[in-house]
C-alpha cells in the first residue's frame, strides 16, 4: 500500500487535495438541480474519505514530527504562507473527520427537505474549514480557517435549526468569536515579538514554536488569549454555556460534527498551540490547578446535569462537556498515557457521540419529541435500533471492549501519578456516566412498551444501518484493537512531553514505558 | 517625473487630476443651465459626471505610473503615491456615488441635476483635502468639500428629515471650520508657517510650544468632527439618517476617506516630533469612537441608523490605526479605509433599493428572508456585514488585521484588545443582519418584490463584493502597495518594519 501510494505522488497532492476538493464540489451542489445536491455531497464526501484513508499509510509518523509538510508564500511581506503538514495527532482527526462528515450527508438524507442545495454546501464548506484548521502549520491560516468555519455551522444551526435556533446560532458565534478574536491578538504580538528577536516576520508554525520563549514576560497573557479561545471551544467549564443550546437547536448532522469534530478542535489547539507555546506558563502551579479544578468540575457537573436532562440530546449535549473534562485532565498530566488516553477519548467521543446523536435524530425522526419520556420499551417494537443504541451507550460509558474504556482508562492510569486528586474525583465521572446512559437506556429501550404511538415505530433503514455501520465497526475496532491508533499518535504525544519537559520538567514524572511495544 | 512645483507648469501638471475634475463640473454646469427639466436629462447629467471622472482618472494614472515627484520640497500640495492612492479612493467613491445616484434619484422623485456637479465639486474638495501640504490648503479642500455636501444632504427638498439633516450639518460643520481655522491661526502662531513640512522641521528640535500644542488640539476638535469621532459625533446619526442614501454612501466613503487621509498627512508629515502630545488624545478619541459607536448601534432598530453608528465605530477603528505614527499605522489607514469605502458602497447601495422615501424605516423586519426572493442581494448585503465585522476571507478582516499589525507592532497591545473586544460587541448587529435575511420568513408574500437594483446600481455592488472578497482571500497584492504607498508619507528615514525588507 505504502509502495503504490508513494508511486502516485499521493504524499505531495494529497493533504492540498483534501482542503480543497469540498470547495470544488461546492459548485455542482450549487449548479446541479436541487434532487441531486444530496447525491453529489455524499459522492464528494466519500472521495474525500477515501483519498484520506491513504494518509493511514502515508503518514510517517514515527518521527512525531510534522509530516507531508509544503508551503507556498501567501502574503510573502508578511511572512505568511499558505503551509500544510500533519503528524499522529491531526492524521486521527483528519480520519474522524472525513469518516463522520459522508455520514452526516446520509443522515440528513431525509431530514434536510428545505434549501438543500445551500445546506450541502454549508456541509461542504465546514469539511474544508475543519479539515483546515487540523492541518494548518501556519498560524495565520490555521486563524483563517479557524474563523471561517464558524459561518457554516453558524448556518447550519441558524436555517435548519430547531425552535429556539437563531438564539443558539449567535450564541454559538459571538462566544467563539469572543476567544479567537483575543487569540488573534495574541497571535500577532507573538510573531511580532519573535520578528523583532530574530529579524524574521513570520507566521509558520515551527518558526514561533522554536522561539516562542522570547515573548518573556507577555507569556501569561498571550497563553491566556490562545487558552481562553481553546477552552470556549472545547468546551471548558465555566464556558460551557453555548453548548447545549447549539447541539440541541442545531439538526442531527450539525450536532454530530460539532460533538464530533469541533469541539476537538478545542483539545487540538491545546495540544498543537497553547501548550506547546508556553509551556512554562502550562505548566506554572497555578494554570495547572486551575486546569485541572475546571476539567474536574467539567466531568462530575456534566455528567450530574446530564444525568437530569428530560431532553435526549441535551443529555448526550452535557454527556460531552464530561467526555471533553477527561481530555483537558489528561494534557495536563502530560504523560504519554494520558496524552495518548486524550487522544482516544477524543476520537472514541466522536464516534459514539456521532452514533449517539444520530440514533437520537432517528428518533426524532419518527417520533418528532426528544423527551425521554415519551418513549420506553422500544426494545420489542424495534430491535435493531435498540441494540445499536445500547452498544453505542455502552461504548459511551466506558465497557471494557469497546473505545470509551481505552481513552478513559489511559487518560485515569497515566494522571494517576501525577495529580491522583483530581484523577480520583474525575474516576466519579464514569460512575455517573454509566448511571445517566444506563438509565436513559432504560427508559427509552426498555422498561414497559407503555406509549401507544411507540407500537408503530419502525427500525432501521437500510440507509440508517449503513450510517451507522461504520461507527459501530470504529467502536469495535477502537475497543479490540487500539494497538495501530496508538502506535501512530504515539510518536507525536513523546514529542508534546519533550516540548514540555525541556524548560521546566514536569512535576519529576520520570521516563515512561510505551503502553504499545514498539 | 521630477516636478517643479514653485513654476506654474509644474504646478499644474500636479494639480491635473483636481482642475480636471473641476473643469468637468462646470462643463456639466453649464450643460445643465439647458437641460435640467426631466428625468433624462438628469440621467444624462450622471452619465456626464461620470464621464467626467476618466480626464481626472488618467492624469492621476499618469502621475502615479510615472513616479511624479517634487523637485525640492513639495509645498501646498504632496506629490506623493499617499496622496495618489487617495485620490484613487476618493475617485471610486465618487464613482460609486454617482452610480447608485443614478437610479435613486429617478426612483424618489429627486429631478434636479445639479446634484452630479455638486458631488464632483464635493470630489474636487475632498482631493484637495487629502493632498494638502499646507493647512491652509487643507482648510480650502475642507470647506469646498463640505458646503457641497451640505447641499447634498437636504437634497431631498420634500423631506423634513433631509432638511434637518443638512441645517445640522451646516451648524456643526461651520463650527467644525471655525475650531480648525483657529488651530492654523494658533500654529502660525507658534511656527511661523501653515506649510507641514515647515511646521514638522520648526517642531522637530526639543519640546513643542504650549501655542503649538494648542493649535495641534483644535486642528484634531475641527478634523474629529469632520470624521464624526467621539465626542464630536453627534451629528452623525441625524445627517446619516435624513440624507438620500446615496448622499449617506458618499459621506461614509469619501467625506470620511479625506478627512482621515488629511488627518494623517497633517500628523504624520507637521507632528511626527509630537507624538506624545497627540497619541494620547488620538487614542482616546478612538477608544471612545469603537466603543460608543459600536455599543449604541446595538439598539438601534433602522438600519441606516446603524450604520450611521457602525461608522462612528469604524472613525475609531481608523484612528487607532493612525495612532502608531508608523509607516505600518499609515499603511493601515490607506487599507482599511480603502476595505470600508468599498463595502460601505455596496452596502448603501444595497439599502437604497430596500426600501422608499429615504430609507428611514428599513428594520431588521422589513428585511427578513430577504433571501427567499433576492438570493443574490442578500449574499452581497450579507458579505458586506461580514467585512464590516472584519472576518477572515473578507477585505475588512485585512484592513482590521492590519490595524492590529500597527499597534502591535507599537506595543500597544491594550489598543489592539479594544479594538477586538469592540468589533465582538458589533457582531451583535451586524450579525442579525444576516440572520435577518437568511434565517426568517419574509412578512408576507408581497415583501422584496419591488427590491431591485437598477443597473449602474447592479454595477457598483456585484464590482465592490467581487473586490471585498478577492482581496479578502488573495490580500497579498493589496497589503503590500498599501504599505509601499505609507513609505511616501511621514518624516523621511523613518525605520523600516521587520518583514517590509525587498
Redesign the interface.
Same mark, same amino acid.
Given at each position: 500500500m505504502t509502495q503504490f501510494l508513494a508511486s502516485i505522488g499521493f504524499d505531495r497532492w494529497i493533504l492540498h487535495v483534501l482542503l480543497v476538493l469540498p470547495l470544488v464540489g461546492v459548485i455542482p451542489v450549487l449548479l446541479g438541480p436541487v434532487a441531486m445536491a444530496r447525491r453529489t455531497a455524499l459522492f464528494v464526501t466519500v472521495v474525500e474519505f477515501v483519498l484520506s484513508a491513504g494518509l493511514w499509510w502515508a503518514v510517517n509518523t514515527t518521527p512525531g514530527t510534522l509530516q507531508l509538510t509544503s508551503s507556498m508564500?501567501?502574503?510573502?511581506?508578511?511572512?505568511i504562507s499558505y503551509a500544510v503538514g500533519i503528524d499522529g495527532i491531526s492524521l486521527t482527526m483528519v480520519l474522524l473527520t472525513t469518516l463522520l462528515m459522508p455520514l452526516c450527508v446520509l443522515g440528513s438524507w431525509n431530514y434536510i427537505t428545505e434549501r438543500e442545495r445551500g445546506y450541502y454546501v454549508m456541509l461542504l464548506t465546514l469539511l474544508t474549514g475543519v479539515l483546515g484548521v487540523f492541518l494548518a502549520t501556519d498560524l495565520f491560516l490555521f486563524?483563517?480557517f479557524w474563523?471561517?468555519m464558524l459561518?457554516p455551522m453558524?448556518?447550519i444551526i @441558524?436555517?435548519w435549526g430547531g425552535k429556539n435556533?437563531?438564539y443558539a446560532?449567535?450564541k454559538f458565534? +459571538?462566544f467563539t468569536?469572543?476567544g479567537s478574536?483575543?487569540m488573534? +491578538?495574541a497571535i500577532?504580538?507573538l510573531a511580532?515579538a519573535v520578528?523583532?528577536r530574530t @529579524?524574521?516576520?513570520?507566521f509558520a508554525y515551527e518558526h514561533l514554536l522554536t522561539n516562542s520563549h522570547v515573548v518573556g514576560g507577555l507569556a501569561p497573557?498571550l497563553f491566556g488569549a490562545f487558552a481562553l479561545a481553546f477552552a470556549i471551544k472545547v468546551p471548558v467549564f465555566p464556558f460551557h454555556t453555548w453548548l447545549p443550546d447549539a447541539h440541541v437547536e442545531a439538526p442531527t448532522a450539525g450536532s454530530v460534527l460539532l460533538a464530533g469534530v469541533l469541539l476537538k478542535l478545542g483539545t487540538y489547539g491545546f495540544l498543537r498551540y497553547a501548550v506547546p507555546f508556553f509551556p512554562e506558563v502550562a505548566a506554572s502551579p497555578w494554570v495547572t490547578n486551575l486546569v485541572l479544578l475546571l476539567a474536574v468540575i467539567g466531568i462530575v457537573y456534566g455528567a450530574l446535569v446530564a444525568m437530569v436532562q428530560p431532553d435526549i440530546k441535551k443529555l448526550v449535549a452535557y454527556s460531552s462537556v464530561s467526555h471533553l473534562g477527561f481530555v483537558m485532565l489528561g494534557i495536563w498530566a502530560a504523560t504519554v498515557q494520558s496524552i495518548e488516553g486524550a487522544i482516544m477519548v477524543m476520537i472514541g467521543h466522536g464516534l459514539s457521540t456521532g452514533a449517539l446523536f444520530f440514533l437520537v435524530g432517528m428518533l426524532y425522526e419518527r417520533r418528532h419529541t426528544r423527551d425521554i419520556s415519551a418513549y420506553g420499551g422500544l426494545a420489542k417494537v424495534v430491535p435493531v435500533f435498540s441494540l445499536v443504541f445500547t452498544v453505542v451507550a455502552l461504548s459511551s460509558v466506558g465497557l471494557p471492549g469497546l473505545n470509551g474504556f481505552i481513552g478513559e482508562f489511559l487518560v485515569l492510569l497515566g494522571s494517576f501519578r501525577v495529580h491522583p486528586w483530581a484523577t480520583g474525583i474525575a474516576t466519579t465521572g464514569v460512575i455517573f456516566a454509566a448511571a445517566y446512559l444506563l438509565w436513559a437506556l432504560q427508559r427509552i429501550i426498555y422498561n414497559k412498551l407503555d406509549k401507544r404511538e411507540n407500537e408503530s415505530l419502525t427500525d432501521l433503514s437500510a440507509r440508517e444501518l449503513v450510517v451507522m455501520g461504520p461507527l459501530l465497526l470504529g467502536i469495535l475496532w477502537m475497543g479490540l484493537y487500539p494497538a495501530p491508533i496508538l502506535r501512530r499518535i504515539e510518536p507525536a504525544a513523546v514529542r508534546y512531553i519533550e516540548t514540555l519537559r525541556g524548560p521546566l520538567g514536569f512535576q519529576g514524572v520520570s521516563q515512561q514505558t510505551p503502553v504499545v511495544p514498539r | 517625473m521630477p516636478l517643479d512645483l514653485t513654476t506654474p507648469l509644474g504646478a499644474t501638471m500636479a494639480l491635473l487630476p483636481e482642475i480636471a475634475l473641476t473643469l468637468g463640473a462646470l462643463v456639466l454646469l453649464l450643460v445643465n443651465a439647458w437641460r435640467n427639466g426631466t428625468a433624462r436629462d438628469s440621467r444624462l447629467s450622471g452619465y456626464l459626471a461620470l464621464v467626467s471622472l476618466v480626464p481626472s482618472a488618467i492624469a492621476l494614472g499618469i502621475l502615479w505610473m510615472g513616479g511624479a515627484r517634487a523637485e525640492g520640497p513639495a509645498y501646498m500640495v504632496a506629490l506623493d503615491p499617499y496622496r495618489f492612492a487617495a485620490l484613487a479612493l476618493i475617485l471610486v467613491a465618487t464613482a460609486g456615488t454617482i452610480l447608485l445616484s443614478l437610479g435613486y434619484l429617478e426612483r424618489e422623485g429627486l429631478i434636479a441635476p445639479e446634484y452630479y456637479s455638486l458631488v464632483l465639486f464635493a470630489a474636487s474638495g475632498m482631493m484637495f483635502m487629502a493632498g494638502a501640504e499646507d493647512l491652509i490648503v487643507l482648510f480650502l479642500g475642507l470647506e469646498i468639500m463640505s458646503v457641497s455636501v451640505y447641499v447634498l444632504a437636504g437634497f431631498n427638498r420634500g423631506s423634513v428629515f433631509s432638511a434637518e439633516a443638512a441645517l445640522k450639518y451646516f451648524l456643526v460643520g461651520a463650527f467644525a471650520s471655525a475650531f480648525l481655522l483657529y488651530g492654523i491661526a494658533l500654529l502660525w502662531g507658534a511656527t511661523g508657517s501653515t506649510g507641514l513640512a515647515d511646521i514638522g522641521a520648526r517642531l522637530s528640535g526639543g519640546e513643542v510650544p504650549v501655542l503649538g500644542k494648542l493649535g495641534l488640539g483644535l486642528l484634531l476638535i475641527g478634523m474629529g468632527f469632520k470624521v464624526a469621532a467621539v465626542p464630536f459625533h453627534m451629528w452623525a446619526p441625524d445627517v446619516y439618517d435624513g440624507s438620500p442614501t446615496p448622499v449617506t454612501g458618499f459621506m461614509a466613503t469619501g467625506v470620511k476617506a479625506a478627512g482621515f487621509l488629511g488627518l494623517a498627512r497633517i500628523l504624520y508629515e507637521a507632528f511626527p516630533a509630537a507624538t506624545e502630545v497627540w497619541q494620547p488624545v488620538v487614542a482616546a478619541l478612538a477608544v471612545a469612537s469603537m466603543v460608543l459607536g459600536n455599543f449604541v448601534a446595538l439598539s438601534q432598530r433602522s438600519l441606516k441608523r446603524m450604520l450611521a453608528y457602525s461608522s462612528i465605530a469604524h472613525a475609531g477603528y481608523l484612528l487607532t490605526a493612525l495612532w502608531p505614527g508608523s509607516r505600518l499605522g499609515s499603511g493601515a489607514t490607506l487599507l482599511y479605509l480603502a476595505a470600508y469605502t468599498l463595502t460601505s458602497l455596496a452596502v448603501f447601495g444595497i439599502l437604497s433599493v430596500l426600501g422608499r422615501g429615504g430609507e428611514r424605516d428599513v428594520t431588521l423586519d422589513s428585511i427578513a428572508g430577504l433571501a427567499r426572493r433576492r438570493p443574490w442581494l442578500a449574499f452581497a448585503l450579507s458579505v458586506c456585514m461580514?467585512s464590516l465585522l472584519g472576518?477572515?476571507?473578507t477585505f475588512g478582516f485585512v484592513g482590521k488585521?492590519a490595524i492590529?499589525?500597527a499597534v502591535?507592532?507599537a506595543k500597544q497591545?491594550v489598543l489592539?484588545?479594544v479594538v477586538?473586544?469592540t468589533?465582538?460587541v458589533s457582531?451583535?448587529y451586524y450579525?442579525?443582519v444576516v440572520?435577518a435575511v437568511?434565517?426568517?420568513e419574509p412578512a408576507g408574500s408581497e415583501s422584496h418584490s419591488g427590491a431591485g437594483l437598477p443597473r449602474p446600481a447592479v454595477i457598483t455592488v456585484a464590482l465592490a463584493v467581487a473586490i471585498v472578497l478577492l482581496a479578502g482571500i488573495l490580500?497579498?497584492s493589496a497589503?503590500?502597495s498599501a504599505?509601499d504607498t505609507a513609505g511616501s508619507l511621514g518624516p523621511a528615514g523613518s525605520a523600516p518594519i521587520?518583514?517590509?525588507r525587498?
Open positions: 508564500a501567501w502574503i510573502p511581506a508578511w511572512g486563524y483563517v474563523e471561517v459561518i453558524y448556518f @441558524g436555517m435556533r437563531l446560532a449567535i458565534f +459571538v468569536m469572543a478574536l483575543l488573534l +491578538v500577532l504580538a511580532w520578528a523583532g @529579524g524574521t516576520l513570520s497573557w | 461580514l472576518f477572515p476571507g488585521w492590529l499589525a502591535v507592532e497591545v489592539a484588545v477586538v473586544l468589533s465582538l457582531a451583535g450579525l442579525p440572520m437568511y434565517m426568517r490580500p497579498a497589503l503590500a504599505m521587520v518583514g517590509f525587498r
